[in-house]
Nanobody, 123 residues
Framework: QVQLQESGGGLVQAGASLRLACAAS????????MGWFRQAAGKDREFVAS???????RYADSVKDRFTISRDSAGNAVYLQMNSLKPEDTAVYYC?????????????????WGQGTQVTVSS
């Protein structure tokens, strides 16, 4: 079982930036898409961003042009650069690997979820 560990969350003011990182216990990212999801208190988990093994990306409309997903060439880490943060971005952010090489927002295709990292944006 692959273990994923997210990091980089924190408490920031609106307009600030954060960079989340997701590290895997072993190389899993090289042939699979990776994704970031988030879950706000009292709400369902929602898709944020995904990157395919060839580098193609998909973003939720709510984060497009503010967030950027990337991955390292070794296949051990994936990142989420978050700029111009808004209070509505407050959530626990999770990374996961998908059972497809193409970037996807379909949560059912993801497995091996991490424990999440809290992002709190104050107004």
């Amino acid at each position: 079982q692959v273990q994923l560990q997210e990091s980089g969350g924190g408490l920031v003011q609106a307009g600030a930036s954060l960079r989340l990182a997701c590290a895997a216990s072993r190389r899993i990212f090289s042939n699979n898409a990776m994704g970031w999801f988030r879950q706000a208190a009292g709400k369902d988990r929602e898709f944020v961003a995904s990157i395919g093994w060839k580098g193609g990306t998909r973003y939720a409309d709510s984060v497009k042009d503010r967030f950027t997903i990337s991955r390292d060439s070794a296949g051990n880490a994936v990142y989420l650069q978050m700029n111009s943060l808004k209070p509505e971005d407050t959530a626990v952010y999770y990374c996961s690997g998908a059972r497809t090489p193409v970037a996807t927002e379909q949560a059912a295709l993801y497995s091996s979820w991490g424990q999440g990292t809290q992002v709190t944006v104050s107004s």
